[in-house]
């Protein structure tokens, strides 16, 4: 079988271009590379040795393989040039005139087998294929940054696109060692179209001053595994280059939850693009540089002193509750985990001393420090055994009718001045102080599932939190070793308003037939580093909990797009929950 594509034609060749040319001829292919003119086209070359030098220099490439690859690339400034090739790759500014123009071009000077291909991220393919007379002949190949490192290739069909252009176009991106994932033509395509409504989000939670930058891009490293932050995300993008793909996604979606941040455009207009530019949503050392440096006045806000924490009392019997016991226990505190009878507490920390005993068999732990945090845990059935604890978190289950009726215990039992806390991952923190006579004591601590090895906790405080109980908490996490983000009382808090969102996005994508679920998760992992796809994840969350999610998120900002999809609806009626019935997205029973 004749290999797809054995001259290719790379126009424009900055950053993405570049790397792309780099890419093509080390499957072996000829690349002819088009710039603008001749001191653009000498910039090029040198950026191509340079990055081919460097990849020597990280072993990547031999000095010969790399000699060999140059000899394959010719860099000018003659667009005339592309007539010799199969393909032609154009990546130049995302501006759709100038695209229209640069097509229009290619189809008089290519022949008419040639394949004309657009590396835009987010204009419509359509309207670039409309400016030739080889629809039919015309896609979208969108390569991701950087180039060498990235393995997603999405090919972009549009309505006319000849399929086995394509699948052509498929199989050259496999021969270049990427993973291509099918979409249509619309704004985002599969990957921007998801990740950028949650950059949005990230921007105008940040705007509203509900949490710091800081805080809401640790909450997403560290909740979600993401190898990046949202708002540091968005400066490494650029600022100017979110917002042109959000107005491209809202002008087709007219979603609300697409219309850039006001935030971001004023950034624009003052200039703050990003780390292009030293200075986005952080400042940065230099233009280019990945350093952050403090602005003048950022110094932190003084805050009260904490209450003294000696005991801490954990009312539960699941995993998350014997998590957090471990926890506690393992940082020195004596800790009373409370359950419904006493049966269920020595089952409770008998889990606790199976994850404690793996712990020292994977040399986490040594056996003296396992049988001391071990011995700092009491097992109760009785709640009356809490009154001389300091602080006392409640993690039983996700019912507010239970947890009201828990902490309305708990403000008959415990002493005065002991700090009362919620695990709620969804629920109004307020509605649980309420149920008790001390509301300033009440404050939410959301630990992450598990708790003994996640390193996030989201501290929410209430209209009516005390400021010695937020410093308590913050205190104790960093006692335990625990990173926490500070935020407000309000649905989903930080982690789970920017995910289930997104998680949200994904099924609608799915629902409307635009990409498979296997290409979705693909396109996701390799196009933005994510540990897992949207729909691994919610099969591992659950779907029910996800929908529950859901649609406390819609009911708390009553936004159209937030309405839980109603495949998610459909499925969780079917009593498709995910991993722990066996079917959810994913047929689990026959894996």
Request: hydrophobic content about 45%.
């Amino acid at each position: 079988m004749e290999r797809p594509f054995p001259t290719v034609a790379v126009v424009g060749l900055g950053t993405m271009g570049a790397g792309i040319a780099v890419a093509i001829a080390r499957s072996g292919r000829r690349v002819i590379g088009i710039e603008a003119d001749g001191a653009a086209a000498d910039r090029a070359l040198a950026r191509i040795e340079a990055a081919t030098a460097h990849a020597v220099e990280r072993e990547r490439l031999t000095a010969e393989d790399r000699a060999a690859l140059l000899a394959l690339i010719t860099v000018g400034d003659r667009l005339e040039a592309a007539a010799e090739a199969d393909l032609v790759v154009e990546e130049v500014p995302e501006q759709l005139e100038l695209k229209r123009e640069v097509f229009a071009e290619l189809d008089r000077i290519c022949p008419p087998q040639t394949v004309l291909a657009t590396g835009t991220t987010s204009l419509s393919v359509t309207r670039i294929a409309a400016a030739t007379a080889r629809p039919e002949r015309v896609l979208g190949l969108h390569f991701f940054n950087p180039v060498h490192a990235m393995k997603l290739v999405e090919v972009v069909r549009t309505v006319l696109t000849d399929p086995q252009v394509a699948e052509q176009a498929a199989d050259f991106a496999r021969e270049l060692g990427k993973e291509p994932v099918a979409a249509g033509d619309r704004a985002g395509f599969v990957v921007n179209g998801l990740l950028f409504a949650y950059l949005n989000q990230a921007a105008a939670m940040f705007e509203s001053r509900y949490a710091t930058r800081e805080d809401i891009d640790a909450a997403m490293r560290l909740g979600c595994g993401l190898p990046m932050g949202p708002l540091a995300l968005l400066d490494l993008i650029g600022v100017d280059t979110a917002r042109t793909v959000l107005e491209a996604m809202y002008e087709q979606s007219k979603d609300r939850l697409h219309a850039p941040a006001p935030i971001l455009g004023q950034l624009v207009a003052a200039g703050l693009l990003g780390r292009k530019t030293g200075r986005g949503f952080y400042t940065y050392e230099a233009p280019g540089s990945s350093r952050t440096v403090a602005e003048a006045g950022a110094a932190a806000s003084a805050r009260v002193a904490g209450r003294t924490v000696r005991e801490v009392g954990v009312c539960g019997s699941g995993t998350m509750a014997t998590g957090i016991a471990e926890v506690f226990a393992k940082a020195g505190y004596a800790v009373t985990l409370v359950a419904r009878g006493q049966e269920k507490a020595d089952r409770a920390k008998a889990q606790l001393a199976r994850s404690l005993d793996r712990s020292v068999t994977k040399g986490r732990l040594t056996a003296e420090q396992r049988d001391s945090a071990l011995g700092l845990v009491t097992p109760t059935g009785q709640q009356a055994d809490l009154a001389t604890a300091d602080l006392v978190l409640e993690a039983v289950a996700e019912d507010l009718t239970v947890k009201r009726e828990l902490f309305a215990s708990l403000d008959k039992i415990c002493k005065p001045g002991a700090v009362l806390a919620t695990t709620t991952s969804s629920l109004p923190v307020i509605s649980c102080a309420t149920a008790t006579s001390r509301p300033q004591d009440v404050i939410g601590m959301h630990f992450f599932n598990p708790a003994p090895a996640m390193k996030l906790v989201e501290v929410v405080s209430t209209v009516l939190t005390a400021p010695d109980v937020t410093s308590t908490v913050l205190e104790l996490c960093a006692a335990v070793r625990k990173h926490p983000v500070e935020c407000g009382d309000r649905a989903g808090f930080i982690v789970n308003a920017l995910l289930f969102p997104y998680l949200n996005d994904a099924v609608r994508m799915l629902q409307e037939h635009y990409a498979t679920v296997d290409d979705i998760d693909t396109a996701m992992k390799l196009g933005c580093g994510y540990p897992m796809g949207p729909f691994e994840l919610l099969d591992v969350v659950g779907l029910d909990v996800s929908l529950t999610i859901e649609r406390v998120l819609h009911q708390e900002f009553r936004e159209p797009g937030l309405a839980a999809a109603p495949l998610l609806e459909h499925l969780v009626a079917a009593g498709c929950l995910g991993r722990k019935t066996g079917r959810g997205f994913r047929d689990h029973a026959r894996r």
